[in-house]
Every structure is written in C-alpha cells, then in structure tokens.
C-alpha cells in the first residue's frame, strides 16, 4: 500500500488511501509537533484541561473529547479543539481534510436569534422605538418632510432626541418593517476586553467552589488570590470569576456538587402517573411515619414519638388501616393488614420499602423481588405471598414512588400541629423547637382519638385535585369505585392469617407433638403428620393459646393445644395425661374401627385356595433299561466287578458271628 512519510523531524505514516483523521491522541499529537501546540504529551493533557476541552461540544451537541478503544485507552480529542495553525498544518500534510465550505448564514436570522436570547427589557425597548419610527413615517406619509417629522416626534418623546432618531432610521435602512426589531434593540457592550484568568488559578478556584460544604464565591477568590500571590500570578478581580463562573458552569453540576445527588435529581421532571385504568383496592401502599408529639406510653413510663404504620388506597389516595405503635415493628403491620383485610378486602398489589419491617420474611417470604436477608427454600411464606397479594419494592423515602408520603406531611401539619399537642409538639428537627418544647406529653389514648380523627378529616376534605379526585374528597372517589370494582373478601382463615405469626417446625416422629418457644403442642390430628414440615402459626403475644399447623403448600392442617407442665408430685399432672392418653386411644380406635372392615377370620377365609395342578399325559414314552453294572469310562478293558450284594452279605455274617463269641466269653 502507497504511503509517504511527513517531511519534518517527527516522522508519522500515514496511507494515502485511508480517510481523513478527526481524532488524535495526546501522544499522537505531541509526535506531529503541530505549530501552536506543545511538543510533549504531557503539556498537552495540560493544556486541554487548562482549556476543558473535556466539556466542550459540537454543533449537534457531541462531545469532542471520547475514550479511545483498543489497548491501553487513554482519551482521544477531535481535530476542531486544535488551533487554526495547527489544523492548516494537518490539513497541509494530508491527515485531515480542509475545513468544508460553509455558507453564509442569513443575516436576518442570526439578528433574530441574538433577539431572542436578549432579556425582555431589551425586547421592550425595540418595540418602543418601532412604535416611534412608526409615527416618523405617519407624518411623513401626512405630507411633512422627514426633517419636520422627526422634529415633531422628537419634541413629544423625551428619550428621542433628533439625531437619536436619525441614527435609528439608518440602522432600520434597507430593512423589510418585519425585520427592524433586531436592528432597533439597543445593543449594551462591556467596557472592554475580559480579563484572562490562569488556568491553574481558574481551576483551583472552581474545584473549590463546587464542594458539599458549598462555600461562599467570595471566601474562594479570597484562597485564590493567595496562591496566585504565592506564585506570582496576576489576579483578575472576582467580578471576573464572577462572571466566568456563571458563564462556563453548569448550574447542574454545581447543584450537584454542592447540594448532593438527591437536590440534582429534583431538578429532573418527574413521571406523571395515571389512574384511570385502576380500581378501588387493586393497590395499596404501606409506610410508617413518626409523629413529632411526645406521647406517653400505654404502660407508662418516658414520652416517645410513636410511630404511625398506615395503608393507604393508590387508586383513590384514601387511608385505609392505619395502626399506632412504638417503633415500626411487624406484630403493628400485620394487625394492620388484618384490619385492611376484614373491613375492606384482599387488595391484589402492594407496594413497600425493602427495610426491615416491611421486607421481613413475615410479610414477604417468597416474594420474586426480595433481596433480604437469606433464603430458605422450606421457609413458611410470608403473608402477603400466602394470600396471592404481589408484593412491589419501592424507593425509600421517595414521594414519587408511594402516595403516602404526601399523605403524611398532611398529617404532620394537621395531627402533630393540632391545639390538641399544643405544648407536645417537638418540632421537624432539633433545630426548629417550638418555644413551649416538652411542657407536657399527651396520653396514649388521647393521641389514638387525636389521629383517628386527623385520618377521617384527611379522607373526608373536600376540594382534591390530583389523581381521579377531580375536586372530589378520598372517601368520595373510593366509595364510587369500590361499589363497581370486583374485590377479594377476606374469611377466617386469612384474618387468621393476617393476627398470627409463622414458624416453620417439623413434627415429632414419635409422638406427634410440636415444640415452639419451650412450649409443647399437640392434638390427635399431628399424628397424621409424623416427622412433616409444616408451618405453625400462633399467636406472639400469648403463647398459651391454641397453635394451627398449615402444610408447605398452605393448606390448612389442623389446631394443636399447649400441653401444660406440672410439678414432680402433682395429682392434676396424672390425671391430665391419663385424660389425654384415654381420650387419644379412643379416638384411635375408632379411627381403626372405621378403617378396618373385616376381621382376621374373614381376611382369612376370603383367602384364594390353590388346588393341584392335573399332571397332563405324556405323549412320547422312553422305556428305561437298568444297569446292573458300573458304565465303564474310556476306551480301557472292562474289569469283571462282583455284585455288589453277595459282598454287602457276606460283611453282614462275619459281624454277626464277631458278636456271638464276644457274647459266650461274658457268660
């Protein structure tokens, strides 16, 4: 392939055929040697900070600084960064192609667009002077000359003098009436050229500037100005920085180095959700919220913030169930999701934050989207999974992602702030006490009557306008669509559900019985269900009471009781196992009465008889010749052998006469 080489010090090969190059390394270019850039790398990433040419953009808005594929990487910088000389001279060795001839924008159109990026005022002013040239030609249509019109005109307007006037009616020669506005705005300039700042100061200056701690301009000109002083550096005044700082900084960037990405993000529009394809009850979402009232405790004892842990209806922004408590614990939630469940329905979404509480295996054990804690495959389900209810995790503390987020700065105005707390009120933040801060704590009762009532107004206040309200009150729009909407109501077995709380143990092999909290459960139906998985649900606050087991697959089993411990010597002890063993055995015999039908003679005499098989004839007969001789072996001579039973009698008549002398020498 053809090829020529650059004809100064720095050789760079480059194909004759190949396009022509946009895009240049810092190396590269330190090796072209370019007139108006450095002849070292180094200098030049100095250079390009210095300028921020990381920053800059083309016309169509890309950036002209990329990062350069293959090994190594690194940062590649477009040819249009470079100065004039250094792209004439690319463009004279054939790396890069002369700059495209571009055609003369219109005139009228650039003074169109410097128009309207001008402020109003200067708008304003030009269409004054239109109105005033306006009535210079009036006259002179009239039959006035121009000298005598602009007199006229001149006299009736105090900032128009005549040579004013002149001047405008030159600017405004040549021009169509429609394209005078931008020839007549006044056109301010600046006393002269800007001041140049040092790259180093510059940086140092906006780097300190744009930190969390969001200092003041002034206090970092201040530290600006003793570096340069340091160094010898000439220092622009700080209406420069001023002025370059809201000239060259995104206020985007600086919100989000100075104010955090959550101020950054406020500053993007947000999704505006609608709710017309909803229903009533199709989905709730849950929160708990900490009320700013020191209330006293059920029990007594020091004032706490309670928690209030509310459901809230998506469709129609209504609060559904709402419980008081504590802290935000799971034995609160479920008692409120029991409330939901038995006075309005089973709701088919939820939505809720991924803490603690609410993403708890309790509530949402076997959830698709839940990454807490571990997973355990033969863990119970937890309650919202158990009732078919989908379970969707949503952004802490966000407004955007759950309606009830609005639903509590409602109350924290109008139930913390109420006359009722006057003097319990603690403020936002330890920073915005009230003067009367800790006076007194409101009861326990009192504030439950104080928020159920705060929730009934909420509900019932007239005048809403976002979502399906339409100027319509919660209560309204949920009753509306309540009536026409296809709901799940809830039965025993799930509020059961909903007041009790799960474990998962596995059934004695032997005996039958479950162990939960060193207590002792049983009934004649777990011994159905030796040595099983099952779930056991009970009630946290009193352990005593009866327990229900359901199978892995949900399904009901049966209800277990406690079996109580006695003492040692105690009779009530011996009397209440021999009660449960008698009452065990007759229900087990019963239970084998009702199975087994037949007794063991009839078992028997129902058993199948086998008979003797006939013994068929045979149809071919072999007749059998007997030996009276050994069959000889081999191809030897046979050997004439005595029979067999002339030797067996003669053996039989030496022993019988060995015994008859043996018999006369006794006698």
């Known amino acids: 392939m053809a090829s020529r080489a650059i004809d100064d010090p720095y050789q760079l090969t480059v194909d004759a055929g190949s396009p022509?190059?946009?895009?240049?390394?810092?190396?590269?270019?330190?090796?072209?040697?370019?007139?108006?850039?450095?002849?070292?790398?180094?200098?030049?990433?100095?250079?390009?900070?210095?300028?921020?040419?990381?920053?800059?953009?083309?016309?169509?808005?890309?950036?002209?600084?990329?990062?350069?594929?293959?090994?190594?990487g690194g940062?590649?910088?477009?040819?249009?960064?470079?100065?004039?000389?250094?792209?004439?001279?690319?463009?004279r060795r054939g790396i890069c192609a002369p700059a495209p001839l571009v055609a003369a924008p219109d005139p009228q159109r650039a003074a169109w667009q410097w128009l309207e990026a001008q402020p109003g005022h200067v708008r304003e002013e030009a269409q004054r002077r239109a109105g005033i040239i306006a009535?210079?030609?009036?006259?002179?249509?009239?039959?006035?000359?121009?000298?005598?019109?602009?007199?006229?005109?001149?006299a009736r307007h105090a900032k128009a003098g005549k040579a004013t006037l002149w001047n405008w009616l030159?600017?405004?020669?040549?021009?169509?009436?429609?394209?005078?506005?931008?020839?007549?705005?006044?056109?301010?300039?600046?006393?002269?050229?800007?001041?140049?700042?040092?790259?180093?100061?510059?940086?140092?200056?906006?780097?300190?500037?744009?930190?969390?701690?969001?200092?003041t301009l002034t206090s970092c000109y201040d530290r600006t100005a003793k570096v340069a002083a340091l160094r010898g550096l000439s220092m622009p005044s700080e209406a420069a920085?001023?002025?370059?700082?809201?000239?060259?900084?995104?206020?985007?960037?600086?919100?989000?180095?100075?104010?955090?990405?959550?101020?950054?993000?406020?500053?993007?529009?947000?999704?505006?959700?609608?709710?017309?394809?909803?229903h009533a009850l199709q989905m709730v979402n849950i929160d708990g919220h900490q009320f700013d009232v020191f209330v006293t405790p059920p029990h007594g004892g020091k004032a706490v913030r309670p928690v209030l842990i509310a459901i809230q209806d998506v469709y129609s922004r209504k609060l559904l169930a709402w419980r008081l408590d504590l802290s935000e614990n799971v034995h609160a939630t479920r008692l409120a999701f029991a409330d939901l469940f038995g006075r309005y329905g089973i709701p088919e979404t939820c939505y809720l934050d991924n803490s603690r509480t609410f993403a708890s295996k309790a509530l949402t054990a076997?959830?698709?989207?839940?990454?807490?804690?571990?997973?355990?495959?033969?863990?119970?389900?937890?309650?919202?999974?158990?009732?078919?209810?989908?379970?969707?995790?949503?952004?802490?503390?966000?407004?955007?992602?759950?309606?009830?987020?609005?639903?509590?700065?409602?109350?924290?105005?109008?139930?913390?702030?109420?006359?009722?707390?006057?003097?319990?009120?603690?403020?936002?933040?330890?920073?915005?006490?009230?003067?009367?801060?800790?006076?007194?704590?409101?009861?326990?009762?009192?504030?439950?009557?104080?928020?159920?009532?705060?929730?009934?107004?909420?509900?019932?206040?007239?005048?809403?306008?976002?979502?399906?309200c339409r100027g319509r009150s919660f209560d309204?729009?949920?009753?509306?669509?309540?009536?026409?909407?296809?709901?799940?109501?809830?039965?025993?077995?799930?509020?059961?559900?909903?007041?009790?709380?799960?474990?998962?143990?596995?059934?004695?092999?032997?005996?039958?019985?479950?162990?939960?909290?060193?207590?002792?459960?049983?009934?004649?139906?777990?011994?159905?269900?030796?040595?099983?998985?099952v779930t056991v649900r009970f009630h946290p606050d009193d352990l005593h009471r009866e327990v229900h087991l359901y199978g892995q697959d949900g399904r009901y089993l049966a209800q277990a009781d406690l079996i109580a411990d006695f003492g040692f010597a105690e009779q009530a002890g011996a009397h209440a196992a021999k009660k449960r063993r008698k009452d065990a055995m007759r229900t087990i015999r019963a239970g084998l009465?009702?199975?087994?039908?037949?007794?063991?003679?009839?078992?028997?005499?129902?058993?199948?008889?086998?008979?003797?098989?006939?013994?068929?004839?045979?149809?071919?007969?072999?007749?059998?010749?007997p030996a009276l001789t050994a069959r000889p072996r081999g191809s030897a001579a046979l050997k004439i052998v005595e029979p067999i039973i002339n030797e067996n009698r003669a053996s039989q008549a030496r022993v019988i006469n060995a015994v008859a002398r043996f018999v006369g020498e006794e006698e």
């Open 20 to 72: 022509a190059r946009e895009w240049f390394t810092a190396a590269e270019l330190a090796e072209l040697a370019l007139p108006g850039l450095p002849a070292d790398k180094r200098s030049i990433n100095r250079r390009a900070q210095e300028e921020r040419w990381s920053s800059r953009t083309s016309a169509d808005g890309e950036l002209l600084v990329r990062k350069r594929a293959g090994r190594g």
């Open 75 to 91: 940062l590649e910088f477009h040819v249009s960064l470079l100065p004039g000389a250094a792209r004439l001279e690319l463009a």
């Open 135 to 154: 009535e210079v030609e009036l006259l002179e249509e009239a039959g006035m000359t121009r000298t005598a019109a602009i007199a006229q005109v001149s």
């Open 170 to 215: 030159r600017a405004i020669d040549g021009l169509a009436p429609s394209d005078r506005l931008p020839a007549l705005a006044p056109r301010f300039k600046g006393g002269g050229r800007e001041a140049e700042i040092d790259g180093l100061l510059w940086n140092l200056f906006v780097s300190d500037v744009l930190r969390p701690e969001r200092p």
């Open 241 to 278: 920085f001023r002025r370059r700082y809201k000239r060259e900084v995104d206020p985007r960037a600086a919100l989000l180095a100075r104010g955090g990405a959550e101020k950054a993000e406020r500053s993007i529009p947000a999704n505006r959700r609608t709710l017309d394809a909803y």
């Open 366 to 468: 076997g959830a698709e989207t839940r990454y807490r804690g571990k997973i355990v495959a033969e863990e119970p389900a937890g309650l919202l999974v158990s009732l078919g209810i989908k379970v969707r995790f949503a952004q802490i503390y966000h407004g955007q992602s759950k309606p009830i987020e609005r639903a509590f700065r409602d109350l924290a105005d109008r139930v913390a702030r109420a006359p009722e707390c006057a003097g319990a009120y603690t403020g936002n933040s330890p920073v915005n006490k009230p003067a009367n801060y800790g006076k007194r704590a409101v009861a326990w009762t009192e504030f439950e009557q104080i928020v159920a009532q705060g929730i009934a107004n909420h509900n019932a206040r007239l005048g809403r306008r976002g979502g399906v």
């Open 476 to 533: 309204q729009v949920f009753a509306e669509s309540y009536a026409q909407a296809e709901i799940r109501k809830a039965g025993p077995e799930h509020l059961r559900m909903a007041l009790l709380a799960a474990e998962r143990k596995r059934v004695n092999r032997l005996t039958g019985e479950i162990e939960l909290y060193g207590n002792r459960y049983w009934s004649t139906e777990c011994g159905l269900y030796l040595g099983e998985l």
């Open 593 to 625: 009465e009702a199975t087994r039908q037949l007794s063991a003679d009839q078992v028997a005499a129902l058993q199948a008889r086998t008979e003797e098989p006939e013994i068929p004839a045979a149809s071919v007969v072999r007749p059998v010749r």
